[in-house]
């Protein structure tokens, strides 16, 4: 399927005007309905119950060691002990490293 590039431009501005005009919807009319409220606050709370929450759990232990890690790494840095941080808790500090997070 091969398009001019006049009817490329062509889509491109209507898929525009349309995101345009449902935005502009959005903000003037249905974000002010009370039903629609309603309906999206209760999804939202099924969605947090049914998925978020464990989500969120699944989230945190995964990433239990690293928050743990990058705590004590901030109180030494905090007092100018870096040097002692990264002898005493080598094992922290290579999760750090691990981890992407920029150690001065």
Do not use: C, P, W
Not at 7 to 33: F, G, M, P, S, T
Not at 51 to 74: P, T, V, W
Request: hydrophobic share 20%.
């Amino acid at each position: 399927m091969d398009l001019t590039e006049a009817q490329i431009a062509k889509i491109l501005d209507d898929y525009k005007k349309k995101r345009e005009r449902e935005n502009k919807y959005y903000h003037e009319v249905k974000k002010h309905d009370e039903e629609f409220k309603a309906k999206n606050r209760e999804r939202a709370k099924n969605h947090y119950h049914n998925k978020g929450k464990e989500m969120k759990s699944n989230q945190y232990q995964d990433n239990k060691e690293f928050i743990k890690a990058r705590s004590l790494y901030n109180y030494y840095k905090k007092r100018d002990k870096i040097d002692t941080f990264k002898e005493k808790h080598e094992d922290k500090y290579k999760v750090l490293i691990d981890k992407g997070y920029e150690i001065e």
